[in-house]
């Protein structure tokens, strides 16, 4: 069965310079004031100064072509500085989308034109997307986006609702799923545009999540006209390049880290006197951390060979975010404090902000009931 | 070459699906001899290729001692002593000598009434090969599989043995991580099996495999496998560091067990459930795989003792942080 076959990974020895690196790097420019609270953030940090540091390192756009502003490097080096950058829990929020999915997208689907007007500046750590997937009445139902263009005398006037759009508000860009012809197919009459977010008639509206921050949106998209050179690909072949381009987004490591935060200042907690239960459930924990980290290896290796592990990566997703999830719960259950977003206790604090994050983890990018569903069509249930 | 030798596999243990004539098969083909270097009489395979006969064999529900005996092999060979004839194991206890007199009892060895050599080690950190002076009192863990006590009252003089490369420690992690790919392939057949079954099965007019709930839990299950297969390969990979950096080696091993044991128990529970009652019926060949995978998750250290030693090492890891000891290689760096 195919689907449960990783491959072996690539070795990690001659990528050991990179990492180091990447490490003095972050150790230098994130400082001794990153604490662990600052560090549980990470995704939703959103830091424009750190990305343009990160662009000057050559360290975003890292496998595009050097004509597109990018460094030719491999995409296990990609794999490598973005391990690093979730690891240390650096502020990655502001180039984060652009740099894993709309850059891929753009350089596989993009105009001649769009990729040079584009790919330097998301290389460059200037340029910032958000995704327009999501709308009111189409969430794990993608196919059921109402957002619509129509084709006007130069373009596209598009109309619409994006909704839980994160970093809407300081994105300069989205790549919007919309609809742009009839179709009998609920997959097919569907494109992807991109939108200037100063473009008049583009409103967005924050939404505070229960953590009390703002990372979503609702994006007002009233008649927004577009030039003809805003497609992206082709009309009419919307599904299939967000397919490709979630196939993009599922597949980084970002599926494991998420709360790796909490467990270091879990170790540092318990540090002094571990008795056996936290050894135990510490054990534990990194025990199934080597194996993910073992799978995401063999997903970046197959991603460099040009291979499709779509299936694998589901795979690795579920697992991963369950594994994420139960990491406060691992937490709590050694350490007997309260959570509290109040405490200056570096350890309450990452505890409660981890807590209030988990279960955004298994929703992102695909909820676990989809991503399960895809993992039985793997298994040809479906 | 990988394919090459999966094939085979596959199909000498199918080809002997009832036990009968398995054991001289597996001789026949060589199998014993998979970890041995070309020169020693073995193909010359990577650990990870060769090993991949375990996982097969495990699928099959093979009795045999086929892990144990290519263990045995393997390290006979790395201590420089020769292959055993016939089937072999290794204990991971150390067998205590006094007044110049082996005694001593080495319990619930695999398979040991099959074995014509036993492989264990002295107090010394000597390597013994055995091939006789034993009693044996025979027992089975919950699969049927044999695992019997060796009581040994033998003098020291005229045993063949050497100095050994690997610590009692190293011999339990190699223990376990056999276990670890042998319960990656139980798992992986108990989920071909299971996906078989919902699909043919109906109920309420239609295969439940097309039931929403099925699929669910049969992702979960795929999920596990995944993850159990996962820790095969890594364990795997890693088996010559048994030699060259034990220490990783043995977290390695430890964390491999530990996955593939927590899989083992979440797939035999899948399995069962969807099976309904024919699951759990002698005739059916559901509980070959189940039982052993619920036999294998506890030999050679459950997932809480493999945590612990894990939880151990990290807590011991000194000021450097999880995360570089994470990726860590144990390649000269």
């Known amino acids: 069965m195919s689907l449960i076959d990783f491959a072996p990974p690539p070795p990690e020895a001659p990528y050991a310079a990179l990492r180091a690196e990447v490490r003095a790097f972050l150790a230098e420019t994130l400082g001794p004031d990153f604490g662990a609270p600052a560090r549980a953030r990470s995704w939703s940090g959103f830091d424009a100064a750190f990305s343009r540091r990160l662009g000057r390192r050559g360290w975003l756009g890292m496998t595009l072509p050097s004509r597109y502003g990018g460094h030719e490097r491999s995409a296990l080096e990609h794999y490598v500085v973005v391990e690093e950058l979730l690891a240390a829990g650096a502020p990655v929020a502001a180039h984060w989308i652009a740099d894993r999915q709309s850059a891929p997208l753009l350089l596989l689907h993009g105009t001649e034109a769009q990729r040079q007007e584009i790919l330097p500046r998301i290389a460059a ?258 | 070459m990988t394919d090459l030798i999966a094939e085979m596999a596959d199909r000498l243990f199918a080809a002997h699906s009832g036990n009968t004539g398995l054991w001289a098969a597996v001789e026949e083909a060589g199998l014993p001899f998979a970890l041995l270097a070309e020169e020693a009489g073995g193909f010359g395979f990577a650990p990870a290729e060769a090993l991949g006969i375990i996982r097969i064999a495990a699928g099959h529900a093979a009795a045999a001692p086929v892990a144990e005996t290519v263990l045995a092999n393997h390290v006979l060979g790395a201590a420089g002593l020769d292959p055993a004839e016939g089937a072999a194991v290794v204990a991971t206890e150390v067998l205590p000598a006094e007044d110049g007199r082996l005694c001593g009892t080495l319990r619930r060895l695999p398979w040991a009434r099959d074995a014509g050599t036993v492989v264990a080690l002295t107090a010394e950190g000597r390597m013994l090969r055995l091939t006789a002076g034993w009693s044996i009192r025979s027992g089975s863990n919950l699969a049927g599989e044999p695992r019997d006590d060796l009581t040994f009252d033998l003098p020291l003089d005229g045993l063949t043995t050497a100095e050994s490369p690997f610590a009692a420690d190293t011999l339990l992690a190699m223990s376990a991580a056999l276990r670890a790919i042998a319960i990656a392939g139980a798992a992986e057949a108990a989920l071909a099996l299971t996906v078989g079954y919902v699909n043919d099965r109906v109920q309420f007019g239609r295969p439940i495999g097309k039931q929403q709930a099925i699929q669910q839990n049969l992702a979960v299950m795929a999920g596990q496998t995944a993850a159990a297969r996962a820790a095969a390969d890594m364990v795997s990979e890693a088996f010559p560091l048994a030699l060259s950096a034990p220490e990783l080696f043995r977290l390695k091993a430890g964390a491999a067990k530990l996955r593939a044991g927590e899989a083992a128990g979440v797939c035999a529970a899948i399995a069962h459930q969807a099976h309904g009652a024919i699951g759990i019926t002698r005739e059916y060949r559901l509980h070959p795989l189940t039982r052993r995978l619920w036999s294998w998750r506890d030999e050679f250290g459950s997932e809480a003792f493999w945590a612990e030693r894990i939880g151990a090492a990290v807590f011991a890891r000194g000021d450097g942080g999880l995360w570089p000891w994470l990726t860590r290689t144990g390649e000269a760096a």
């Open chain 1, 125 to 382: 750590g200037t340029c910032f997307f958000c995704i327009g997937m999501s709308e009111p009445n189409s969430g794990s139902d993608l196919a059921a986006v109402q957002s619509r263009a129509e084709k006007v005398d130069g373009g596209w006037r598009l109309s619409g609702t994006k909704l839980w759009t994160t970093y809407a508000h300081e994105a300069h860009y989205m790549i919007a799923l919309c609809r742009t012809g009839k179709s009998d197919d609920r997959h097919g009459g569907v494109s992807q545009l991109l939108v200037d977010m100063k473009a008049p008639g583009v409103e967005v509206l924050p939404i505070i999540d229960m953590a009390g921050a703002h990372h979503f949106n609702e994006v007002r998209l009233a008649d927004v006209m577009l030039p003809d050179s805003a497609l992206i690909g082709q009309e009419g072949d919307g599904w299939k390049q967000v397919m490709g381009e979630l196939a993009f987004e599922r597949s980084g490591p970002d599926r494991f880290l998420s709360a790796f935060a909490l467990v270091t200042e879990l170790l540092r907690v318990l540090a002094g006197a571990p008795d056996a239960g936290a050894q135990r459930a510490v054990g534990r924990l990194v025990a199934h951390l080597m194996v993910l980290r073992h799978m995401s290896r063999s997903i970046a290796g197959m991603l460099a060979r040009g291979e499709n592990p779509a299936l694998q990566a589901t795979i690795v997703k579920d697992l991963g975010t369950a594994l994420e999830q139960e990491i406060p719960e691992i937490a709590r259950a050694l350490v007997p404090v309260e959570p509290s977003q109040e405490s200056p206790d570096p350890f309450v604090l990452t505890f409660a902000h981890t807590l209030l994050a988990a279960p955004g983890f298994s929703l992102r990018g695909g909820t676990r009931e989809i991503l399960r569903g895809i993992i039985a069509r793997g298994l040809g249930l479906r």
